[in-house]
C-alpha cells in the first residue's frame, strides 16, 4: 500500500459505461450542433453527420441500459438515493464550499469515503441528468429516428417540431452538465487526479 | 358564387355572360322542345312570357352549374360509372360502363377554380347530345393561354412566363406541344392550394398527386414517355427517410430550376440534374426557403421570429427551423457557465 490511501472507487462495468458515455456524448454533441447550425459542413457531409448522430445515438442508449442493469445489480444504487434530511441545506453547504470556502481554507464539507461517492451537488446533478435529461434525450431521439411514431399536432403545433425542441433543449442541457462536470472533475489533488480515478477505478483519497 | 381571382366587376360580368349564354342555351332547347313536342306555334306574347320565366330561373341558377350533378345534362353521365341511354336504333333502353378517364370527381369540380364556367363553355355544344358526333371530339379545345394569356386581371399568375419555363421542362422537350397544362392540371378540378392553403402538408399532397397521376400511373405516363415508369420508391431509395419527405415537401422541390420570381417553377429538369444533396435544403440557406415555404401565408408565420411564428409552422427541417428565442438563450446559458468556469478558474490559480 502507498502512503496516501487509496479506494477502489470505480468498478470495471462503471468504468466502461463511462466511456462508451463519453465517447458517445460527444459525437452527439458536435453532431448534433452541426446539423442544427444550418451551416453546410463540405467536409463531413450532412448526411454523414446524420449517420454519426443516429448510431452514436443507439450506442448510448443501449449502454444508458448498462448503467441502469448496473445500477439495479450492484451497490452502486446507494449513490443515488437522496435522504430528506438536509434536501436543500447539504447541497448549499457544497456550493458554498465551490464558491467561496474552497479559497479561503476551508475542508471539504463532505469529503469523498467507500460510503460517499458523490458529494451532495454532484448527487443532485447525476440523479437530474442521468434519471431526468438522458431518459429524454433518449425517448425523443427514437420519435425522431421513427417520425411516424408522433403525434401529428398538438393543438395547433407539429408533433415533430415538440419533439425536436424537447431533444435539442435536453441535449443542450447536457452539453452544460459535460462542461461543467470536466471542469469541476479537475477540482481535485491535482487537475487530473480525478481523470486518472475514472480511468483506473482507484481514487485517491 | 366563388370567384376567387376576379375582381369584383370581373365577376360581375363573367355572370352576366353567363347568364346571357345560359339563356341563349336555354332558349334554344325550348325551340327544339316545340320542334318535338309539335308545339308549331307559340304566340309571341306567350313566348315572351316563357322568356321571362326562363331569365328568372337563369338567375337563380346563376353560375352553379355542379350544384346536382345528378341532374346535370352532362354530369348524370360523366360522375358515374355507368350511364343509361335509348338506343333509337333498337328503341331498347341501355345502361353501359364509362370510361374510367371520362368520369369527373364532382365536389373537385365544384372546387375548382372554374367551376363558374359550365360544361359547354368549353366544349362544344354539340356534346349536348348522345351518342356525341365523332367529329366534335377532334376540335381544337382552348389552352390556358387562350384565356390567361395577355390578360391583365392574370397578370400576378405570369402564366407567359409560366410557359416559357415549361418550354425549357424536360417535359415539353421530350413531348412537344402534346405536353399541355392539362397533363399536370386539369382543368376540370384545379385549386389554387399554394396560394390559399395554410398547411404544408396539404400542399404538398395536392402538387405531388399532380406528378403521381402520370409518374405513379403505368398507362398515363406511357402516353407521354412511351415507356413504363419507373418505381417511384425504387429510384428513390437513396433518399433517408423517403415516405416523410414525400409527405413534406413536394417533387418540385428537388427536380425543378426554382426561379425565384415565379410562384411554382415550371421547368422540371432531367432526373440527373435533380437534386442530390441533404445540405441544399437541411442548411441555413435552405433551398426550401425560396420554394415550398416562400408563399406569404406561410412565409409569414416561418420568418416572423417570435416562437408562436415558428410554433405555428407546419413543417419542421433540420438546420432551417429554429426558435430565436431559445437560440440566443441557449448562447446566453452557454456563455453565463464559461464565465462562471473561467472565473472560478482564476480564483484556482490565484489562491493557490
Excluded at chain 1, 28 to 37: A, D, E, Q, T, V
Excluded at chain 2, 107 to 114: M, S
Excluded at chain 2, 189 to 205: D, F, K, N
Aim: glycine fraction near 4%.
Amino acid at each position: 500500500m502507498e502512503s496516501d490511501k487509496k479506494i477502489y472507487f470505480y468498478p470495471k462495468w462503471l468504468r466502461i459505461w463511462h466511456g462508451i458515455n463519453a465517447i458517445g456524448i460527444i459525437l452527439l454533441i458536435f453532431s448534433g450542433i452541426s446539423m442544427n447550425s444550418g451551416v453546410e459542413n463540405n467536409f463531413i457531409g450532412f448526411n454523414a453527420i446524420v449517420n454519426i448522430h443516429n448510431y452514436a445515438g443507439v450506442i448510448v442508449s443501449i449502454n444508458y441500459l448498462l448503467f441502469l442493469l448496473g445500477n439495479l445489480f450492484t451497490n452502486n444504487k446507494k449513490s443515488y438515493i437522496v435522504k430528506p434530511k438536509g434536501f436543500l441545506k447539504r447541497p448549499m453547504k457544497q456550493a458554498y464550499y465551490y464558491a467561496w470556502g474552497m479559497f479561503h481554507g476551508m475542508k471539504a464539507p463532505y469529503p469523498l469515503s467507500e460510503k460517499r461517492k458523490f458529494n451532495p451537488l454532484q448527487k443532485y446533478s447525476y440523479i437530474i441528468v442521468m434519471y431526468m435529461a438522458v431518459p429524454l434525450v433518449i425517448v425523443s431521439g427514437f420519435a425522431l429516428l421513427y417520425p411516424e411514431t408522433i403525434i401529428d399536432r398538438v393543438y395547433n403545433i407539429s408533433g415533430v417540431f415538440l419533439t425536436a425542441i424537447l431533444h435539442s433543449a435536453m441535449g443542450f442541457f447536457i452539453s452544460i452538465f459535460l462542461i461543467i462536470h470536466l471542469y469541476v472533475a479537475s477540482i481535485g489533488k491535482n487537475p487530473i487526479e480525478n481523470f486518472k480515478s475514472i480511468v483506473s477505478g482507484w481514487h485517491h483519497v | 358564387m366563388i370567384l376567387p381571382f376576379f375582381k369584383k366587376h370581373e365577376k360581375e360580368i363573367f355572370i352576366k355572360s353567363n347568364e346571357i349564354r345560359h339563356i341563349e342555351r336555354l332558349h334554344k332547347t325550348v325551340i327544339k322542345n316545340e320542334k318535338n313536342n309539335q308545339f308549331k306555334y307559340i304566340p309571341m306574347n306567350n313566348r315572351l312570357f316563357l322568356f321571362i320565366i326562363l331569365y328568372c330561373a337563369s338567375l337563380s341558377l346563376k353560375a352553379q352549374y355542379y350544384d346536382d350533378p345528378e341532374n346535370h345534362q352532362c354530369l348524370k353521365c360523366h360522375s358515374n360509372q355507368t350511364y343509361s341511354f335509348h338506343n333509337d336504333l333498337m328503341d331498347t333502353e341501355e345502361k353501359r360502363l364509362m370510361n374510367p378517364y371520362y368520369i369527373l370527381d364532382t365536389i373537385a369540380l365544384k372546387n375548382g377554380v372554374h367551376s363558374v364556367f359550365d360544361c359547354t363553355d368549353c366544349h362544344s355544344y354539340e356534346y349536348t347530345s348522345y351518342p356525341h358526333p365523332a367529329n366534335v371530339k377532334l376540335e381544337p379545345l382552348a389552352t390556358c393561354l387562350d384565356c390567361h394569356g395577355g390578360d391583365e386581371s392574370f397578370a400576378t399568375y405570369q402564366f407567359e412566363r409560366i410557359q416559357e419555363e415549361f418550354q425549357k421542362s424536360v417535359h415539353y422537350q421530350v413531348y412537344g406541344d402534346n405536353f399541355t397544362c392539362s397533363k399536370c392540371h386539369s382543368q376540370h378540378t384545379y385549386a389554387t392550394t399554394a396560394r390559399t392553403s395554410s398547411s404544408v402538408l396539404e400542399i404538398v399532397e395536392y402538387s405531388n398527386n399532380m406528378c403521381l397521376s402520370c409518374h405513379n400511373d403505368m398507362k398515363k405516363y406511357s402516353l407521354v414517355a412511351g415507356h413504363e415508369n419507373p418505381e417511384i420508391v425504387d429510384i428513390h431509395n437513396w433518399l433517408p427517410n423517403q415516405e416523410l419527405h414525400f409527405q413534406h415537401v413536394r417533387c418540385i422541390e428537388c427536380h425543378t430550376q426554382v426561379a425565384d420570381s415565379l410562384m411554382v417553377s415550371h421547368n422540371i429538369l432531367e432526373k440527373e440534374l435533380a437534386v442530390r444533396k441533404c445540405a441544399e435544403c437541411h442548411s441555413a440557406n435552405s433551398k426550401l426557403k425560396a420554394s415550398l415555404y416562400k408563399y406569404q401565408n406561410l412565409q409569414q408565420r416561418a420568418e416572423d421570429g417570435g416562437v408562436l411564428g415558428v410554433l405555428s409552422n407546419d413543417s419542421y427541417v433540420i438546420g432551417t427551423h429554429q426558435l430565436p428565442l431559445l437560440k440566443v438563450l441557449s448562447i446566453i446559458i452557454f456563455l453565463a457557465a464559461m464565465a462562471g468556469i473561467i472565473t472560478h478558474l482564476i480564483f484556482r490559480i490565484l489562491k493557490k
